[in-house]
Every structure is written in structure tokens, then in C-alpha cells.
């Protein structure tokens, strides 16, 4: 059992370069989410979707969109990278109805982007 | 707008001792869902303890409880004796309507054999 996959786990991007980060959960999940975590902010929601065929903002979602493209599969895209978005970035899913309200989020293991 | 606050950055116990790491958090709703996870050096999301916002009752799981007072908006995690294997950073989470999920800051947590 896979659970939430991410790829690719690293990648070094020059400013201005673009890039689309993978996410793909097997559990049947409806929700998923992207955050970023930088040292001393926790993590920070960029993006949800609660179901497929909808997205939300979240806590910092400019520079980034998204995409959910069936159940499984959420993507995270950087159209034009920045420096600023040198960090960690976690996708995450959490269980179907009628647990969704209470369930934990299942997390993936991260993919680790510089740029330079 | 939902705000998750962890006013210690940093904190340490002995080996064997007891810990309580603290978290407020601001919300409009009434039912909600607050979550505590931990994330060891490995940088893999692990979760600790769930509290529904509708029950009085404290959640516990085995060495580690909490103390959810929901008219403070407060909900603090106490970790029981302490191992060394509860060194890493932890994480107080907000779970509100439409499944959007806010995390704190952090605290990291070393425990000093």
C-alpha cells in the first residue's frame, strides 16, 4: 500500500524556470492538500481540494497553481520559480466521508525544491 | 480566518520526565477538529493525538494526552515519561469546515537522555 506518493523527492530550479510537483494518493481519499514548510513557520497551506473538480486558496498561494485531475492526483505547479519558494513542499490526503471531518491527513515524504 | 498559535519555540525534557507543549488556536466555528503531529528528524508527519471539538472528555493515547479547554481556544499536549524517541518537532493542527486544515509554527522538542 503506497499512500501518498510525491515526485520527485529533490530538484534544483534556476529563477524563472518552471515546474509541476506530483502528488498521487491510493486510499480513495476526496481531499487533498499542498503545503510548504520553511524552518520556524510550520507548515503552510498553499493549496486544497476537497473534492475532485474543486480547489481552494489557502494560506499562501500566490506564484503557485493547481490541479486536480481526477481522485487520485493533485498537482502543484510553479509557472515562473523565485528564491522564495526554496522550501519543502508536502502533499497530504485525508480519509473519505463520512470520516473526512475527523480523519488525520495522510502525508506524503516530501519534495525538497532550491532555487537559485 | 483560522490562526494556530505555538508560543514555544523550543523545549526540552529529561529522559523519563514529563512535558506539555502548548497551542492556541482562533476559529468562528463551532465544530472543529484540532490535531497534534510529530515530525522526527526522518522529516515524515506522524500523528500524535486528535481531540473532536464537540466532546469535553480529553483525548489520550497511551503516554500522551491533552488538555483541550475550547472556551480558551487552548489545547495543549502532555507527553508522560519521557523518551528519547519523542525528540522532533511537533505541530498543533486545526481541522475547520470544508476539510481545511491550519498548522502552528511548531516545537521542537528535545529529550536529554
Known amino acids: 500500500n503506497a499512500g501518498v506518493t510525491q515526485t520527485p523527492k529533490f530538484q534544483v530550479l534556476k529563477t524563472g524556470q518552471s515546474m509541476t510537483l506530483q502528488c498521487a494518493q491510493d486510499?480513495?481519499?476526496?481531499?487533498m492538500y499542498w503545503y510548504r514548510q520553511d524552518p520556524g513557520m510550520g507548515l503552510r497551506l498553499i493549496y486544497y481540494?476537497?473534492?475532485?473538480?474543486?480547489?481552494d486558496k489557502g494560506e499562501v498561494p500566490n506564484g503557485y497553481n493547481v490541479s486536480r485531475l481526477n481522485k487520485r492526483e493533485f498537482s502543484l505547479r510553479l509557472e515562473s520559480a523565485a528564491p522564495s519558494q526554496t522550501s519543502v513542499y508536502f502533499c497530504?490526503?485525508?480519509?473519505?466521508?463520512?470520516?473526512?471531518?475527523?480523519?488525520?491527513?495522510?502525508f506524503g515524504n516530501g519534495t525538497r525544491l532550491t532555487v537559485t | 480566518a483560522q490562526t494556530v498559535t505555538q508560543s514555544q519555540p523550543e523545549m526540552s525534557v529529561q529522559e523519563a520526565e514529563t512535558v506539555t507543549l502548548s497551542c492556541t488556536y482562533d476559529?468562528?466555528?463551532?465544530?472543529?477538529?484540532l490535531f497534534w503531529y510529530k515530525q522526527p528528524p526522518s522529516r515524515q508527519m506522524i500523528l500524535v493525538i486528535r481531540?473532536?471539538?464537540?466532546?469535553?472528555q480529553n483525548a489520550t493515547e497511551n503516554r500522551f494526552s491533552v488538555n483541550f479547554q475550547k472556551a480558551a481556544k487552548s489545547f495543549s499536549l502532555k507527553i508522560s515519561d519521557s523518551q528519547l524517541g519523542d525528540t522532533a518537532m511537533y505541530f498543533c493542527?486545526?481541522?475547520?469546515?470544508?476539510?481545511?486544515?491550519?498548522f502552528g509554527p511548531g516545537t521542537s522538542l528535545s529529550v536529554i537522555p
Open positions: 497530504a490526503s485525508s480519509d473519505p466521508p463520512p470520516l473526512t471531518y475527523n480523519s488525520p491527513l495522510h
Open positions: 486510499m480513495n481519499h476526496n481531499s
Open positions: 481540494s476537497a473534492s475532485e473538480g474543486t480547489t
Open positions: 476559529t468562528s466555528e463551532n465544530n472543529y477538529y
Open positions: 481531540q473532536e471539538a464537540y466532546k469535553q
Open positions: 493542527a486545526l481541522k475547520t469546515s470544508y476539510d481545511k486544515v491550519i
